[in-house]
């Protein structure tokens, strides 16, 4: 199996503070997924957005990562991450 990244992971700066803010545990299992994502962005609790072609979120937990995928360019946009609560999935 090809662990080496494939795919480019892009995290916005909203989504890398929530990440700092974390309890540290939390915080090291996040950046592992994310690391994870630049190997295969569809492995693990995902499931595409409904009514966005590219959207997905991915669950770690009590934390939801949400990204868009552009395949032909192979690169992971990280939108959000943040504990789920009720508003989570507004866009």
Do not use: C
């Amino acid at each position: 199996m090809n662990s080496a990244p494939t795919w480019q992971v892009r995290v916005s700066k909203p989504a890398v503070k929530n990440v700092e803010r974390a309890p540290r545990d939390e915080r090291e299992r996040l950046l592992a997924v994310l690391d994870e994502m630049a190997i295969d962005p569809f492995v693990g609790d995902v499931l595409p957005l409904k009514g966005h072609s590219h959207a997905f979120r991915r669950r770690v937990g009590s934390w939801r990562i949400l990204f868009d995928v552009y395949r032909a360019e192979r690169v992971v946009d990280v939108v959000v991450i943040e504990r789920r609560s009720t508003t989570t999935y507004r866009r």
